[in-house]
């Protein structure tokens, strides 16, 4: 059986607190170049604060029941911006990468964006990330500019690659 196949999505409620925070902070352990965020900014959240970031959604992709993989959600709340989401805080596991996990993830955060009523997701990726770059650009995305400096840390200056979706 494909791995695709034993791989479950769903959306993560307030109950599933300690799912998120474990995926969050692993993802920001070990792909800090990644993410915006700060590994030591996170980990010292309360439990509050992790439920209010459950407040947009989250999806966690389960293998054999275990956490894989994570795509969250930023709705624009402006009337004149409504149409648009953002794609926030992607993860998978590396054992799970090139198994179909992110694919299954992209599709279920696209339907729940479609459902409502999204016409655009958009995202934001280090231009030293190829591979998300490549898968992306895989499944629709396309390049629609680029921040210079746009992820500064580690010592590192990166160009910022924006990316759009349109889902209509």
Known sequence: MPVEEKVTVRRLSSKDVDVLRH??????SHEPLSFASVFGDWVRLTDREWRQNLAQ????AFLSGV???????RFEHARKLAHRAKLVSVYVRKGARGTGVAARLLHEVTEHARNRGVLQLELAVNSENARA????????FVETGRIPNGFLGHGRENEEVIMVLRLM
């Open 133 to 140: 770059i490549g898968f992306y650009q895989r499944h629709g």
């Open 23 to 28: 995926m969050r902070l692993e993802a920001l």
């Open 57 to 60: 959604p989250v999806f966690v």
């Open 67 to 73: 956490p894989v993989g994570m795509m969250g959600l």
